[in-house]
């Protein structure tokens, strides 16, 4: 029975059917993987994060600002340079 099994297994590889059907899967793997190392080496840019304008250098300004409430009652508010 393992013989028999082996030998339609190694029967359909070798097929045009096996091919194609190997062929597929390979290629995804392929395109996923150039795309996440073309990711890993490029990376995406950080933004610095700011509290106010003069925390962003002479001309900057920070926008995107969101607060959140603190412990004590307050809030603590951040953003991002631009």
Sequence with gaps: MKNSLRGKIREFVQSEEGKVGIKSPLALGVATGTVL??????????????????????????????????????????????
């Design 37 to 82: 190392l073309a990711h890993a080496i490029v990376g995406t840019p950080q933004a610095d994060a700011c509290n106010g304008d003069a925390e962003c250098g002479p001309g900057g300004k920070c926008v995107n600002i969101q607060c959140a409430p603190t412990s004590n009652g307050g809030q603590s508010c951040w953003g991002e340079c631009a």
